[in-house]
């Protein structure tokens, strides 16, 4: 008989992580995550890694440290974070679920820091949390908020993949738009995808900003910025077409604006002019079908 979230809290407090980790070109990034799992002072977790790779960088790794880590190890021969993600989710056992980065990094309290907040919130169903680089403050979440509720106004500024952890019940029914995301059509918007569905379903979440996940501050390319741009207007128009979310469309129009304005102070910047580019391609030609 299956013993449901609340009463493995209330019984003996063993709840299962699971992390879904696709990854791409990437070996060192993945060794230190690896590192990072192994000093984790809450131990009860299982990591699946999806290996889109051609070559053997990360099995290497696998077999360095299966011994030490519960893995499960998985070869995809098709290319994309989206689709590899929904792989990942086919094999979940654990009772919370999330997605780190190939190359983050979990301070050692990370996922007791998790299972403290599920213990004390059963009515919350997912969490996050910030990020910044190691040895710096530099964020890829460009907020100044608080801790707080996670709301369709804040929504953007308060998750990002990495940084999610889901009560997999809930996310029972969803599946990862495989047009979004890196290596899909529209670069980006995958894990704000996921966030809606959440609260679209009644969800509660909280964003805690004094809680942190190391990941790397990296300046876009301008063809990075037209990918993410894409992603962006993609997802501000399944925010508003499937969702239902109309205030996206204020938001949207605020935010090319914005990017308008940096246009005029940067004119030569060929970031700012991707990422306008990307937003407006993403929004117009993002189609629901894709879904």
Excluded: W
């Amino acid at each position: 008989m299956d013993i449901s979230f609340k009463q493995k809290i209330n019984d003996s407090g063993k709840i299962k992580i699971s992390l879904i980790l696709a990854t791409l070109g990437r070996d060192d990034e993945v060794d230190l995550f690896l590192k990072s799992l192994i000093i984790q002072s809450y131990k009860l977790f299982e990591l699946i890694i999806i290996d889109q790779n051609y070559d053997d960088r990360v099995c290497r790794i696998y077999e360095k440290y299966k011994e030490h880590i519960n893995i499960k190890y998985i070869k995809s021969s098709v290319k994309g974070l989206s689709y590899n993600r929904n792989i990942g989710l086919q094999d979940v056992s654990g009772d919370i679920v999330a997605f780190p980065d190939d190359d983050c990094e979990y301070d050692p309290m990370t996922l007791e820091k998790v299972m403290i907040f599920f213990n004390k919130n059963p009515d919350y169903s997912f969490y996050t949390c910030n990020t910044k680089e190691r040895q710096s403050e530099l964020s890829i979440l460009s907020n100044k908020l608080d801790d707080t509720l996670i709301s369709v106004k804040n929504v953007m500024y308060t998750g990002i993949s990495f940084t999610i952890f889901i009560r997999s019940e809930k996310i029972r029914d969803f599946r990862f738009d495989e047009s979004l995301g890196v290596g899909a059509e529209f670069g980006s918007g995958e894990e704000s995808d996921l966030l809606f569905f959440l609260l679209k379903n009644k969800n509660k979440g909280f964003y805690h900003s004094k809680d942190f996940i190391f990941h790397p501050h990296k300046t876009d390319t301008a063809e990075k910025a037209y990918q993410y741009g894409k992603g962006y207007g993609a997802i501000h128009k399944k925010a508003i077409v499937k969702y239902g979310f109309y205030i996206f469309i204020i938001f949207f129009m605020i935010t090319l604006f914005k990017e308008a304005v940096k246009m005029c102070i940067y004119p030569h910047s060929a970031e700012r002019v991707s990422t306008m580019r990307g937003r407006i391609y993403g929004f117009l030609h993002y189609k629901l079908k894709n879904t």
